[in-house]
């Protein structure tokens, strides 16, 4: 699927004398998975990534579980997710997540940013102004469809249901569409102001916003320290929106404490949630390392952690992120069961009174602390803090 974006600046091709950049519409790849019914061949997800070497690429392809296509599932309208993906990624990385929720009553659609390589980092402050612009003409233009009950979106999504997830870079401009205010002198590192303006106070701050935006989640994003700390204090404090943040407290790419904890400390004026895998580094967004990226650490280090199991990373995941989703977006209130926990789950107990079967989940009620949904010995190394809006 395509979007066509209009009135999109190429900052990375700003001309200081003219003092503007030239102007067009941005021709935008989408990638979108619904409710199917079953049946037909699963696709095959390919793709590239930047090798270390500048210039040059690392093709991968690995199975997904979707069918293109395929019929879909009676049912609907369904609640929008838009899956904004990393730095120099791809919406096949992101499957793992698109492929879980679309079977679980979402409609999920994830734009190609066509992100400069990594390598080149002369082209970074091009990606600061794209991805939140990308993401919200992404929501708005499929609302919109959905509103008027034509195009792809028509009668399959529910316009006043929305939410944004975000990895990385994505999560920035996930935390920006959210209501999240760029820091206006973070904004400057794009040429031209043209980022400034959608920055807090800016003139054009509020074109970003998406009505019936209910939640956001916000995965090892980028954005909350360094000289490219795009929210402080006061940005932080606009963020209204529900928000569960996720990552490791040893990530080396955008930090954790200044980092992602300083996110989800300063965003005082949302309901909060912070999923933290102690000693995970940036890679929790991306899927298992397809076959082939073994054997570069560069290339392996795009998706693996050096000490947890994706496996175990993405089951906890999808886990946590149906549970606020289902909850903020489609109005759930039984899921708050699996949110509300005691912050470390290495403290959680099964005590010997209450027997069960070996591999039983916990029901997270009575004497049982053991994380909700959980099996015994298997919440640990895991953190999970909420924190109310404060009061007015």
């Not at 940013?113 to 919200?136: C, M, N, Q, V, W």
């Not at 989800?264 to 909060?272: C, L, Q």
Request: net charge positive; hydrophobic share 45%; with cysteine.
């Amino acid at each position: 699927m395509v979007l066509n974006e209009p009135g999109t600046a190429d900052v990375l091709k700003f001309d200081p004398s003219k003092g503007r950049a030239p102007v067009g519409v941005r021709r935008l790849k989408l990638e979108v998975w619904y409710p199917a019914s079953a049946g037909g061949r699963s696709v095959r997800y390919r793709g590239t990534l930047p090798s270390e070497a500048a210039g040059r690429w690392a093709p991968f392809a690995f199975d997904g579980l979707a069918v293109r296509n395929a019929p879909e599932a009676r049912g609907g309208p369904y609640p929008l997710v838009v899956i904004s993906h990393g730095y120099s990624g791809a919406p096949a990385l992101v499957a793992w997540l698109a492929e879980n929720l679309a079977s679980k009553g979402y409609v999920v659609a994830a734009p190609d940013h066509e992100d400069p390589p990594i390598t080149e980092l002369s082209k970074f402050a091009g990606a600061l102004y794209l991805r939140p612009l990308d993401d919200a003409f992404v929501a708005h233009a499929l609302q919109a469809q959905a509103r008027r009950a034509y195009g792809f979106a028509g009668r399959r999504i529910d316009p006043d249901r929305i939410a944004i997830i975000g990895y990385s870079m994505g999560g920035y401009g996930a935390l920006a569409v959210a209501g999240a205010g760029i820091d206006p002198k973070a904004a400057s590192l794009a040429p031209g102001g043209y980022l400034t303006s959608f920055a807090l106070g800016g003139a054009k701050a509020g074109a970003l916003k998406v009505e019936g935006l209910k939640a956001v989640v916000a995965i090892s994003p980028f954005g909350g320290r360094g000289p490219a700390q795009m929210f402080k204090a006061d940005g932080l404090a606009a963020l209204r929106t529900p928000t569960l943040f996720i990552g490791g407290d040893q990530d080396d790419v955008v930090g954790f404490e200044p980092g992602l904890k300083s996110l989800f400390e300063g965003a005082v004026n949302a309901p909060r949630y912070l999923l933290v895998f102690k000693e995970a580094g940036h890679s929790i967004g991306m899927q298992s390392a397809p076959k082939g990226f073994d054997r570069r650490l560069w290339d392996q280090d795009w998706f693996e952690d050096p000490v947890w199991r994706k496996a175990r990373t993405i089951g906890v995941c999808l886990h946590f992120i149906t549970a606020f989703l289902d909850l903020y977006v489609k109005d759930q209130p039984d899921r708050s069961a699996y949110l509300d926990l005691i912050p470390d789950a290495d403290a959680g107990l099964w005590p010997s009174g209450e027997p069960a079967p070996y591999a039983a989940y916990s029901p997270g009620s009575g004497t049982i602390t053991l994380w909700k949904g959980f099996q015994k010995a298997h919440a640990s190394g895991l953190r999970f803090l909420h924190l109310a809006p404060r009061a007015p």
